[in-house]
């Protein structure tokens, strides 16, 4: 009876495992699913709107300090980067909101001053978040990792990070996109 029990605690254990790393692996797989899906709609949806655009990725801390990076890209290339890092926290620790919020550094960079700044997002197309997207955080260990990919509501992408298991406060590292919009440009 105990050479049973034993048995069956391990048969139990084993499938156990198997179907966690199985529910990891098609979480995985699911994600890239929908990215392949994405990058295909995103492609599209270029050929049909034209190539220019805005889009802000954002970043948020538990401990109240956050930052938003804004990028324009004009046929196909990027023309601005805007900047604002912040916290909901004023000098005193009194908790002040984010309409209040207190600006710690900020800029605006043109074309002509890309990349001159070390902090936010860098000024980079779509086209590179969805490479990125793909390299750098849907290619992580499934096991060790929480990896989401979301999408909008015209199924571009939105979100795309991994959370490494067993961390619990600010450990979302990828691409959080806050807003996105297409630009229509005035014929001259």
Same mark, same amino acid.
């Given at each position: ?5 034993? $048995? ?7 499938? #156990? ?55 324009? /890209?004009?046929? #196909? ?18 908790? /002040? ?5 207190? /600006? $710690? ?8 001053? $890309? &990349? ?34 979301? /999408? ?6 939105? &979100? ?29």
């Amino acid at each position: 009876m105990k050479q049973k029990l034993i $048995l069956l605690i391990f048969i139990t254990s084993f499938f #156990g495992l198997n179907l966690s790393c199985d529910t990891n692996d098609t979480s995985k797989a699911k994600s890239i699913a929908e990215y392949k899906s994405s990058l295909n709609t995103w492609n599209s949806l270029k050929d049909i709107k034209g190539n220019s655009y805005k889009y802000t990725i954002s970043s948020r801390s538990v401990f109240g300090f956050g930052s938003h990076t804004t990028i324009t /890209v004009i046929n #196909g290339t990027v023309t601005t980067r805007i900047y604002e890092a912040y916290s909901i926290y004023d000098e005193n620790n009194n908790y /002040v909101g984010f309409e209040n919020r207190v /600006v $710690l550094e900020s800029y605006t960079e043109n074309s002509e001053t $890309l &990349n001159t700044h070390d902090s936010g997002a860098k000024p980079v197309v779509i086209d590179a978040l969805y490479d990125t997207c793909l390299s750098d955080y849907l290619s992580v260990d499934a096991d060790s990792n929480s990896i989401t990919f979301i /999408v909008d509501d015209s199924n571009i992408i939105k &979100n795309c990070y991994y959370i490494p298991n067993g961390c619990q406060d600010d450990c979302a590292f990828g691409i959080q996109i806050s807003s996105f919009e297409w630009l229509s440009l005035a014929s001259n």
